[in-house]
Structures are given as C-alpha cells and as structure tokens.
C-alpha cells in the first residue's frame, strides 16, 4: 500500500513539479544522513527548481498523506532533515536574492542560500548578514531560520530570528501566508485566513505569558522550542516571523526571508586572557561583557594541543596566541 503511495506520488512529482525528482535508493540514502548521528531513509527527494515548484511539491505530497521535511546544508546536528516522508532541498536552486534595499539595510532571500554567498553579494555595498554560523560555507538562510542559528557573534548581533523582519511561507495546507509584525489592530486586516491565525497565534501569546515568563530561561541564546514570547502581546509589537524561526520547518515551509543586515565591521582587535582554571575563566566572562566586546570565545587546552600537532604553517602570533590560551584549561 504504501508503495503504491509512493509511486503515485513519484508520477505526480515527475508530472507537475519542475525540479529533480529522486525516487532511487541512492540518492534516497545520501539523503537519509545529516550532521547529525541519526539515519532514516526518506520515501523521495525533490529539488525544486521554483518556489511555485517547492510549494507544488508540497501539496503532492500532502494530498499523498505523506509528510514533508524540508532540508538547506543539512548540517544541522540534530536530525532535523531526515525523515520518513519527502525531503525538499531548496539548496541547489532556491539561493537568489530577490531584494536588496541597501538605504535601508534590508534583504529578501530565498531559503536556500548559503550565507557566504550572501555575504559575498552584500560585501560590495558594506553590508553583511551578522549571524555567523562555523558552517557558513553550507548553512542556507532556510536552514538558519529552520533552527534559530547564532553566531560567534551573537553577543552584538543576537541569534536569526533577532535579524529576521519578515517570512513568507507556505502553510501546511497549501495557503501562502506572510508572517511579520501585526498590525495595532488584527481585526483590520483584510484577508480572512491571515486574520484567523494572527488572532489565534495572539490568544496563544496571551494565554501562555504568565507561564512563559515564569519558566523561559533569560538567556541571549536561549534556541529550543517554539518562541512563544513572541507571540506576548505585551511585549509592545509582535512579529509573527518570529515563532517561524527556530520551529525546524515544523509550521510552514519559507519561501522568502526578509533579513535585517549590518554594516560590515571594520578595524578589529583581540586581546586574549589567560586563565588558571575553566572554573576562573567561566567567572571573568560576567566582566568581560561588560566591555562591549563583539565576541568572547573559549579556546582549550585540548584544542591547542591538538592545534600544536599539525605541520607548522601559522606565523608566530597565532603561535603566541595558542600558547597564551593555554593556560584556559583546568590544572588537575
Ligand atoms: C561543525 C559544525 C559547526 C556548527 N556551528 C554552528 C554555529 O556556530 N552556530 C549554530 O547556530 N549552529 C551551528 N551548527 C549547526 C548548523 O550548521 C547551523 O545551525 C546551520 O545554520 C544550519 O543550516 P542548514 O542550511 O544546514 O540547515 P538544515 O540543517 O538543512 O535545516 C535546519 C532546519 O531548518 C529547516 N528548514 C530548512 N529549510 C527550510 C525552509 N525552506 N522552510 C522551513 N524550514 C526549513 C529544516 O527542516 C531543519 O529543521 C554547526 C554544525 C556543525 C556540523
């Protein structure tokens, strides 16, 4: 039974959708891996050429009751893009900047760019996407959206959704569906199906803000589950992208994001401390903070001497630098 599912659906996809459709073992087991540990073997595989193409894909396979799992880098380190049903990769395709607003610092992407090629594309205009994954030679914006991403520098930048304004997408039903700020009034707002979800998404907010507030840790990179303080009326304005972000695809598939952006940085200085014990360090970070820095990073022993290992190629100061970081990992 469920194979005739499947071959229905193949036949459908091939028919309808334009992109590359993968119904083979092999592709199918490139795709049943991520980042992470986990393996599932998935029913199929779409790369849509079109996000008319993505969004088609997805009602086939809603009409076929099998589920969707949309997929960027796949360096996600949680199994994240690995299902069961139909993996849709928007990476190969779907990386265009559709918008660029330079005056005004904004951008509206495609999911499936990869952030260093956007920032490539803004460098020239002294502009950059701040968020800065390890990964950003294959993390999409779809993907950093998907599960919240932050930086090295999230310190001065905070995580996506602190630099995402507005999220177009593609309900689980097929309804295309803009998420951004609410307006003062939700009841103005003319179409129907918007109306409804703003309105539920706000009794949601506002129902669950006493328990939000008493249980959400207040950390800056606080990243799992559902952002439900967002959705506080309370707060002043709310921005309905941002319960999109970090929900891992699990609401509505992006179509197009619209990113704040930020001047590129420009001089730039390191001081590197060095510390007795992990325990030491760990107590300084409180102070350090306070200095304004655009970054704090631990670098440990285990770290360095592995660095150590490898044929020298690096100039005396990063030398100087590893030996100074040394001292961070705890004496035994
Ligand atoms: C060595 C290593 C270092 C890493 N360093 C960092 C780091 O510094 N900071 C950090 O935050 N993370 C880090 N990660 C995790 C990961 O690389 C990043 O979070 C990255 O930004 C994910 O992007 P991606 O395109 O690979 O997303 P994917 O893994 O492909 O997808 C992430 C989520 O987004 C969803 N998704 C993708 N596209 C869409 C779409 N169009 N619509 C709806 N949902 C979508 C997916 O279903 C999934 O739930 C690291 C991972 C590794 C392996």
């Known amino acids: 039974m469920l194979s005739q599912v499947r ?28 980042a992470s540990q986990y393996q599932i ?61 330079v005056a005004n610092r904004r951008c509206t992407v495609e999911p499936g760019i990869v952030l260093d ?107 799992g589950g559902y952002n439900l303080d967002a959705l506080d009326p309370r707060r002043g304005s709310v921005n309905l992208a941002h319960i999109l972000v970090g929900s891992e695809g699990t609401l509505a598939y992006s179509t197009a994001v619209e990113l704040k952006l930020s001047p590129l940085l420009g001089r730039r200085a390191v001081g590197v401390c060095h510390f007795g014990s992990f325990r030491a360090a760990m107590q300084a970070a409180q102070h350090l903070v306070t200095l304004g820095p655009i970054a704090i990073e631990l670098v440990d022993a285990t770290m360095i001497l592995r660095a150590f290992s490898i044929p020298a190629r690096s100039c005396g100061h990063r030398a100087s630098t590893i030996a100074a970081c040394c001292a961070m990992h705890p004496v035994t």
């Open 117 to 223: 090629d956007l920032n490539r594309q803004l460098k020239p205009h002294g502009l950059w996407f701040p968020v800065d994954v390890s990964t950003a030679s294959r993390a999409t914006i779809g993907g950093m959206v998907g599960n919240n991403s932050c930086g090295g520098r999230s310190l001065r930048y905070g995580t996506t959704r602190d630099n995402v304004t507005s999220i177009q997408a593609v309900l689980a039903d097929g309804t295309p569906m803009h998420f951004g700020e609410v307006e003062t009034d939700p009841a103005s707002i003319n179409d129907p199906r918007r109306r409804d979800l703003t309105e539920q998404l706000l009794a949601i907010g506002m129902r669950e803000a006493d328990e939000v507030a008493a249980r959400f840790p207040k950390v800056q990179r606080r990243v």
């Open 7 to 34: 071959t229905g659906l193949e036949a459908r996809l091939r028919d309808e959708v334009d992109g590359e459709v993968h119904f083979d073992a092999f592709t199918r087991g490139r795709y049943a891996t991520d």
């Open 41 to 101: 073997m998935p029913a199929g595989v779409v790369v849509p050429r079109t996000m008319q193409a993505a969004a088609r894909a997805c009602a086939l396979a809603r009409e076929a009751g099998i589920p969707v799992t949309a997929r960027g880098g796949g360096t996600s380190q949680s199994g994240q893009t690995i299902n069961r049903g139909l993996v849709v990769d928007g990476s190969k395709h779907l990386r265009r900047i559709l918008e660029l607003d």
